[in-house]
């Protein structure tokens, strides 16, 4: 009796326990807290942006000089990386072939003056006879006819004259503009070459330095969509300083313009080249210098969302919302350029929505978030 007892307890009792063991747990009916995570409130602003475009820098003025007669190159007067003024000589053509080239002329002119001068008399001599019928007016034409070739050989020895001359002047090489001497690859003593590769030296006028830099088509068309005028020409005027960024990452002191666009695109790369101008008075830039030419663009009322509050997947940017519920809603969004550290949006989100700013590549959709004030103020 007292163990059937004693079994029908322990049975009761294994009974009870795993009806114990079914009922749901309190920890079990409570739902996940609400994740913690800054939240800011998107709003419009003004803005701008900044693209950069790689550039190739020239002087204002660069000129190959090159001899424009043959010789020996008799003296060098300037060296390499040197300041020069126009008119400044810069290298000296043994002269001596052109110079008796010169007198050979002056010579042959002062015999066709002579003969002007002969045939000027004979004129004079036949005229009385012709008058008087002593000779035949044949002669007279004859005469008149020799004046007139005298006459065109004087003018002809003029000419050699006049061509030697200059080719003695040639023997002294001045630069045409004030700039820098680039390399000089031939020493005094070279023989000199109209034919020659290779320039005498390079001259580079860089008081300005023009920025070549290109454009793509899509680029471009947003170039001109961008800037108020109704012609490339305004357009042109309404753009603001342009900003050049040197190859060491430095940005150029002077601001410069642009003042030039391209009259068509290049068809193998389809860009267009545009020229931008920088003022150069100190010579810090120098021809064959590389750069990036920085073009700014102003926006009025932009959308601002901070970079930090993105996330890239498969090349698309998201953010995440929060609807009502504080719950979060991932939202692709389409970014047209950076302004600091913020995105410029034209798509996906508007002023006055939430967005969260913190721990962002831990979020899922649909987590509950407990918004907090962002520690660092946003745009």
């Known amino acids: 009796m007292k163990k059937?007892?004693?079994?029908?307890?322990?049975?009761?009792?294994?009974?009870?326990?795993?009806?114990?063991?079914?009922?749901?747990?309190?920890?079990?009916?409570?739902?996940?807290?609400a994740t913690p995570a800054e939240v800011v409130t998107i709003g419009a602003a003004d803005a701008s942006t900044e693209n950069d475009y790689t550039a190739s820098l020239e002087g204002k003025v660069n000129v190959e000089i090159?001899?424009?007669v043959d010789g020996y190159l008799e003296k060098v007067y300037v060296?390499?990386?040197?300041?020069v003024k126009a008119g400044q000589p810069l290298f000296k053509i043994d002269e001596h072939r052109y110079r008796e080239q010169l007198n050979n002329a002056k010579a042959s002119l002062h015999a066709a003056e002579a003969a002007v001068l002969n045939a000027q008399l004979e004129i004079d001599k036949v005229t009385p006879l012709v008058n008087s019928?002593?000779?035949?007016?044949?002669?007279?034409?004859?005469?008149?006819?020799?004046?007139?070739?005298?006459?065109?050989?004087?003018?002809?020895?003029?000419?050699?004259?006049?061509?030697?001359?200059?080719?003695?002047?040639?023997?002294?090489?001045?630069?045409?503009?004030?700039?820098?001497?680039?390399?000089?690859?031939?020493?005094?003593?070279?023989?000199?070459?109209?034919?020659?590769?290779?320039?005498?030296?390079?001259?580079?006028?860089?008081?300005?330095?023009?920025?070549?830099?290109?454009?793509?088509?899509?680029?471009?068309?947003?170039?001109?969509?961008?800037?108020?005028?109704?012609?490339l020409e305004e357009k042109l005027k309404n753009l603001p300083p342009v900003v050049l960024v040197l190859a060491d990452?430095?940005?150029?002191?002077?601001k410069g313009k642009v003042d030039m666009i391209d009259g068509q695109f290049e068809k193998n790369t389809g860009a267009i080249t545009l020229r931008a101008v920088f003022p150069n008075g100190k010579g810090t830039i120098r021809t064959g210098n590389t750069g990036k030419v920085r073009?700014?663009?102003?926006?009025?009322?932009?959308?601002?969302?901070?970079?930090?509050?993105?996330?890239?997947?498969?090349?698309?940017?998201?953010?995440?919302t929060l609807d009502k519920a504080n719950k979060t809603v991932r939202q692709a969004i389409t970014v047209t350029g950076n302004s600091g550290n913020d995105y410029l949006v034209t798509d996906g989100v508007k002023a006055g929505d939430r967005i969260v700013v913190s721990g962002v590549?831990?979020?899922k959709e649909g987590m509950e978030i407990k918004p907090e004030k962002a520690k660092t103020a946003q745009r």
């Not at 004693?6 to 114990?20: C, D, E, T």
């Not at 000199?192 to 008081?207: A, F, M, Q, Y």
């Not at 088509?217 to 961008?226: I, P, Q, V």
């Not at 959308?303 to 998201?318: G, H």
């Open 133 to 231: 019928k002593v000779v035949s007016e044949i002669q007279l034409r004859t005469a008149k006819t020799a004046y007139e070739v005298a006459t065109a050989n004087v003018e002809q020895a003029k000419a050699l004259v006049a061509a030697a001359t200059i080719n003695v002047g040639y023997t002294n090489i001045t630069a045409p503009v004030s700039g820098y001497i680039g390399r000089i690859p031939k020493k005094a003593g070279a023989l000199i070459s109209l034919n020659d590769p290779e320039p005498l030296t390079k001259l580079s006028d860089v008081h300005e330095i023009y920025a070549y830099f290109s454009l793509s088509e899509g680029d471009f068309f947003s170039f001109k969509d961008n800037y108020a005028g109704s012609t």
């Open 4 to 33: 059937d007892v004693l079994n029908r307890s322990l049975l009761v009792i294994i009974i009870l326990m795993g009806l114990y063991s079914c009922q749901p747990s309190a920890a079990h009916n409570e739902a996940p807290a």
């Open 79 to 83: 060296d390499e990386g040197a300041y």
């Open 361 to 363: 590549d831990r979020l």
């Open 66 to 68: 090159r001899s424009q």
């Open 295 to 320: 073009l700014q663009r102003e926006y009025k009322n932009a959308i601002l969302v901070p970079q930090a509050a993105t996330v890239e997947i498969q090349d698309r940017v998201f953010v995440y």
């Open 249 to 254: 990452n430095h940005v150029y002191e002077e």
